[in-house]
């Protein structure tokens, strides 16, 4: 939902009490557009998912706040529907988190901004966030390597070409992957103004930005990177004997068809897309044969915790056979749905793995399939189509490299 910060308070109170009243708006993303920041848009935007633009603002700086908005609505609904399906196998759950109400003791690191701006932010940021500042963006990298931040300011620099790999040297490290990062920059400092988006930008914000609008960004984007790592926290806790397969900690076969029916009613209630993939690891018979059955179940521990880092929190992962594994991904459209198996390949099939017993690390590939929601569907449907897919790969793939065996022991010739 788009609210305009100009509007009345006596219309903006009954519009919070309209939403509150109807159970699909309760927790409705709300973008609010124009004022300056410290406008209260709704009485309880403190427990509220919220973004907040300037009164003019481009095209793509939209998309993002959007795109962040929405996915982590995903992971809202998807959170409250799996304590659901959790709870059908008379496990009991935890209660729901809520949107951090305060930022205190959250730390932001400033880059690369200096002179105005950089009173600006300290000012801003008085008495709300902790702030460190890094010179230059080298000094950066090097701060957010050994302290742990809530959120980054970076200066976009005088010509704009350096902030865009700043965000990209950022974002390659995974510990930094949800930190939420704001350049700051004059509006015609890129000349590809989607690079920093691309690059892993949240936000873009002038360098002549208000100090209340500077510090009701920070506190919205501290405030949606703790209700993230909450809601992640509490999805890890949610796994249960009944519900979690003990040799990978994945979900389980009968959890994974509970919980896909539910989301199969909602995605059909609400038109959504709904996306499940299905991968399969070459060859473990091979690693069984050559290398015992130890060390086959070891293997596919690995790659099990491996894939459940790699999805995201609201993507669930169940193991369906011996050497199979499938992915729900809720509200992911076909093509978003496979370039993400695609990555927990590439990152599978460049790992090498340690086991107990076996000399030198173990290289494995594993093939992917995908398939989206279709009128009629019901989780074996689903299931059986991505399933399908991925083994019509399989048989498509070109031949395995062959892998090396291990050592013989050696013979007594005297025998």
């Not at 950022?170 to 510990?175: A, L």
């Not at 930190?179 to 949240?202: E, K």
């Not at 086991?355 to 030198?360: A, F, H, K, T, W």
């Amino acid at each position: 939902m788009i609210v305009s910060a100009s509007v009345p308070d006596e219309e903006r109170g009954r519009l919070n009490a309209a939403l509150k009243e109807l159970w699909t708006t309760r927790h409705l993303p709300v973008i609010v557009v124009g004022g300056e920041g410290g406008t209260q848009p709704l009485d309880d935007r403190a427990a509220a998912i919220a973004e907040f633009l300037p009164r003019e603002f481009h095209d793509l700086e939209l998309f993002s706040h959007l795109s962040s908005l929405v996915r982590l609505k995903t992971m809202q609904t998807e959170l409250e529907r799996r304590l659901a399906t959790t709870a059908e196998f008379g496990v009991r759950t935890p209660r729901p988190v809520r949107p951090p109400k305060s930022v205190k003791g959250g730390r932001a690191l400033v880059v690369a901004c200096h002179g105005p701006l950089k009173k600006r932010i300290d000012s801003a940021l008085r008495g709300t966030l902790k702030v460190i500042h890094a010179r230059d963006y080298a000094a950066g990298l090097a701060t957010l390597g050994r302290a742990a931040v809530d959120l980054v300011f970076a200066g976009g620099g005088a010509d704009g070409k350096t902030a865009p790999d700043f965000c990209t040297a950022m974002r390659g490290q995974s510990q930094l992957f949800t930190v939420p990062l704001v350049l700051i920059a004059d509006a015609r400092a890129f000349q590809d103004p989607v690079a920093p988006y691309v690059s892993g930008a949240n936000d873009i914000v002038p360098t002549t930005v208000g100090i209340k609008d500077l510090r009701t960004r920070a506190v919205a984007l501290v405030k949606q990177k703790g209700y993230r790592e909450a809601m992640r926290t509490l999805y890890r806790q949610l796994g249960e004997d009944v519900t979690t397969d003990r040799l990978t900690g994945l979900y389980t076969h009968g959890f994974l068809h509970a919980h896909l029916a539910r989301q199969i009613e909602d995605a059909h209630s609400w038109n959504k897309n709904l996306s499940v993939g299905y991968i399969d690891v070459d060859d473990l018979a091979s690693i069984n044969l050559d290398y015992g059955y130890v060390a086959g179940d070891l293997l596919l521990r690995e790659i099990g915790q491996l894939m459940a880092n790699l999805v995201r929190g609201e993507d669930l992962v169940a193991r369906v056979g011996n050497d199979e594994f499938c992915v729900i991904e809720p509200d992911t459209a076909p093509e978003v749905a496979e370039f993400a198996l695609q990555r927990i390949a590439g990152v599978i099939g460049k790992t090498k793995f340690k086991l107990p017993g076996i000399e030198g690390p173990l290289a494995v590939s594993v093939t992917v399939g995908y398939t989206a929601i279709e009128p009629g569907d019901d989780s074996d449907s689903l299931i059986a189509r991505a399933r399908e897919q991925c083994h019509g790969n399989a048989k498509r793939a070109a031949p395995r490299p062959l892998r090396p065996l291990p050592p013989k022991a050696e013979v007594d010739d005297d025998d």
